[in-house]
């Protein structure tokens, strides 16, 4: 799915609603551990209950790594249900690699070969020859790592003592947007930055940003779309946890439904503000 794909999915959902897909055992609710496979009952209830309101999905690989085999297997699992049942859907694997140039190719294959996700979070920091693997294959996004939401961005990322000196994640929007196009690289910009996406724009105009932090890190979600949508909407808005734990009870997935249903018709209203429909 190149960017005009995901803009039309956008279009016909009246959604840039992506839900992230972080399953932790202790915050399950008691039913999915009368299953088999209690991670992937999870998903799949989540992924039915969400799946008419969001255009992505992504599941942070750590969730599933921190489980040992029977994570990587409730993965496989997931990803398949998802691709089978939903196919209009964008996966992102939320992996954050970067490697040699050499380690970097195994990594693509694993997670664009092996498990068919669409699209993988990728670190720019090791230069172009541990992001162009990602890179190589046709109708598959490396999303690059900018400026992310958490605390610890200030201390490489933003801050510089030096105020002549650009900004971090402004040389990389600069330099890995020459490695891609707006078909194959978005970036990860997150929501709690909501006054650097005018700065960010002025340097990647159309390509999809992917933005974490919009609900329980407190970022907003009206502010982030006025100040980065672009003419194709151009944004993939990230919730995990204010989606998927919504409730703690047993009505986890019409709680995940009924609150992914609130953000898409936000969505809708910012996407027509824009007239983007």
């Not at 088999?36 to 999870?42: A, G, I, K, R």
């Not at 996700?117 to 020859?129: C, E, K, Q, R």
Request: charged share 25%; aromatic share 12%.
């Amino acid at each position: 799915m190149d960017s005009s794909g995901l803009f039309k999915e956008i279009r016909n959902k009246r959604s840039f609603l992506c839900v992230g897909l972080d399953p932790d055992p202790q915050k399950l609710p008691g039913s999915v551990f009368e299953t088999d496979d209690p991670v992937f009952e999870f998903n799949k209830k989540i992924a039915d209950a969400t799946a008419s309101f969001a255009v992505a999905y992504k599941p942070n690989i750590a969730f599933y790594e921190a489980l040992g085999a029977t994570g990587w297997w409730s993965l496989e699992k997931t990803i398949e249900y998802i691709r089978k049942k939903y196919p209009e859907q964008l996966l992102i694997a939320d992996a954050k690699r970067g490697d040699t140039g050499n380690s970097s190719e195994r990594y693509a294959r694993a997670f664009f070969d092996n498990l068919g996700f669409d699209a993988v979070t990728v670190s720019p920091y090791m230069g172009m020859d541990s992001v162009k693997p990602f890179l190589s294959y046709k109708d598959k996004w490396a999303v690059v790592l900018a400026l992310t939401s958490n605390s610890g961005a200030w201390d490489f990322q933003v801050d510089v003592e030096d105020k002549s000196v650009y900004p971090l994640y402004e040389k990389v929007l600069a330099k890995t947007s020459a490695w891609g196009d707006i078909d194959n690289m978005m970036f990860v910009v997150g929501a709690t930055r909501e006054d650097m996406f005018y700065r960010v724009r002025r340097i990647v105009p159309d390509h999809f940003l992917l933005v974490p932090g919009v609900g329980a890190q407190g970022g907003s979600l009206e502010n982030i779309a006025r100040s980065g949508m672009n003419s194709r909407c151009g944004l993939l808005v990230n919730c995990s946890r204010s989606i998927i734990y919504s409730s703690g009870g047993e009505d986890f997935d019409s709680a995940a439904g009924k609150k992914a249903g609130e953000i898409q018709q936000l969505m809708e209203m910012l996407l027509r503000e824009k007239e983007l429909l």
